[in-house]
């Protein structure tokens, strides 16, 4: 990088750090550090849940997600803003009503201690593995462009966050989330800007889009239907999109305390539904515009000279094995496949229609992705410790590549940024619920307001040496995006599923629920490990095996269960 963007990086990080520590001074409580006392309006809290979803992952990966699979992914969103229709009537007023710090507090006031323990520990787990992986994407940016040994970039970076994370409590998470979407935002949309700019003559936006679409990219709606039927292994298509994302999405928001710690911060349950609803409507075409940066930076490089493999760091180490010579001769046939771009760029400039020349184009796009193919292959067979696929390095090497000096720097701090406000918020989440759920349990009921913050940042730097220490194996886990909600996808039907006993089926105690919650995680685990289906799907089955076991095994236990009145 340039000293500008060196200048840009760190002025923009050190504005906003500045930022959080100055809106999060006077944190005295635990109901400060973790709540932010109540009082933040559903602007703030819309931003803050937004913030806490949307992480370095979501920047990084996304792009590079519809580079190589086309836009369907957005149908992964469909299900939110159903979810969070349900969320403002069902969940919002009972856990407002109850003040409570987590959502696992509630299960034991509905069923008993075990069931909130069990909960609060699938949370805990899961979550706190998906922040490694989150650690781990920003980390991949420094080491892609400094060189760095991947696994010391780690240790680096998490330790930036930790103190970051410890700083100023659920306050600061917020207000700075709030100037971080703000930058992310405005760095993208340059970005959009620039790659239309940047676009031969003649290829403005639609013919782009009609380019892109032409290629199979803007597969917005897929309905997963072949010649055989609907094709269950299908990872992303509207089925499942509103059917398990609906589930996913109501997990999310609804039982996750990174998530259920944002809305808690709202003055009152009125400011809490709108953050969430305006959160339903914003979500959707927020994703759509991250894919479609994938989907331009596809269609420069139908034009323009693509690398022949976007993870650079990985064909240098290739180079350095006994595979020096394949790599050399993968690299003289790239050199060949980009000079007959030339001829498209001929053909174009004597207006030859794009659409005329898409069966030239298709031929030059497999034979990129062979090339790419063949280099994941050797990567693979050579044993190497580095990433076996560049997905995830597709948007950062085009920003490294093209963008202009200080633009790179502030894209690479809209991707830290993102890093850190959803690292920070779900650090937060781990830290209440381990002081709340377990330690305020199983070791000391009433701790001093001043022993509670100590204990509240103790366990924040105990969550984040963990999530280092996972980081450290997150490699070759191929699209981040996916990994993170894959992870998500083997608990977050369960958890649900918990909670729709908890609040629609009252005749259901607490035996009954724990048990079908543990018989439940058996079945999606074993579903996904001896099956094909695809993993949105583990949520809704997830969601409604729980609620069906509990059912059959309340009749045979016929626990009296507990009616909380809110």
Known sequence: MSGWDWCSMIGTLLVVVLYGLYKGRGTRDIDGYYRSSRELPWYTVLLSVMGTQASAVTFLS?????????????????????AMIVLCVTFVPIFHRLNIYTAYEFLE???????RTFTAFLFLFSRALATGISVYAPSIILSSILGWNIYITNLILGGI??????????????YTQQLQLMIIFAGLFFAAYLLLDMMPAGI?????????????????????????????????????????????????????????GRFLTASSIKESRKGLIMNGIVKVPMQYFILLIGVLVFVYYIFSPSPMYFNQVAVDRLKETAYHDQVVALEQRNDLLQRRKDSILV??????????????????????????????????????????????????????DHMPKGLVGLLIAVIFLAAWGSIAATLNALSSTTLIDFHLIHVNANPTPEESIRLSRLYTLLW????IVFAQFATNLGSLIEAVNILGSWFYGVILGIFLVAFYLKRVGGHAVFYAALLGELVVLTMYGLTDIGWLWLNAIGALVVPILSVLLQGIIRQKSTVVKV
């Open 464 to 467: 984040g040496i963990f999530c």
């Open 347 to 400: 053909l174009l400039k004597g207006n030859a229609s794009v659409m005329n020349l898409q069966t030239t184009i298709t031929t030059l796009t497999k034979e990129q992705q062979a090339i790419r193919g063949e280099i994941t292959a050797l990567i693979k067979e050579s044993g190497l410790p580095i990433e076996q696929s560049d997905t995830n390095y597709i948007f950062l090497r085009f920003v490294m």
């Open 204 to 260: 403005g936006f639609s013919e782009a889009i009609d380019l892109g679409d032409a290629l199979g990219k803007m597969n917005v709606i897929t309905t997963g239907i072949t010649d055989e039927g609907f094709n269950w292994n299908d990872r992303f298509n509207i089925f499942s999109g509103i059917i398990g994302g609906f589930f996913l999405s109501l997990s999310y928001f609804g039982t996750d305390q990174s998530q259920v």
């Open 161 to 174: 966050l930790i103190v970051y994370s410890i700083s100023g409590g659920a306050r600061a998470i917020a």
């Open 109 to 115: 006031k509905r069923f008993d201690r075990k069931t």
């Open 62 to 82: 996304g792009p590079g997600q519809a580079y190589t699979d086309g836009m369907r992914f957005v149908q992964y969103y469909f299900g939110l803003p159903l």
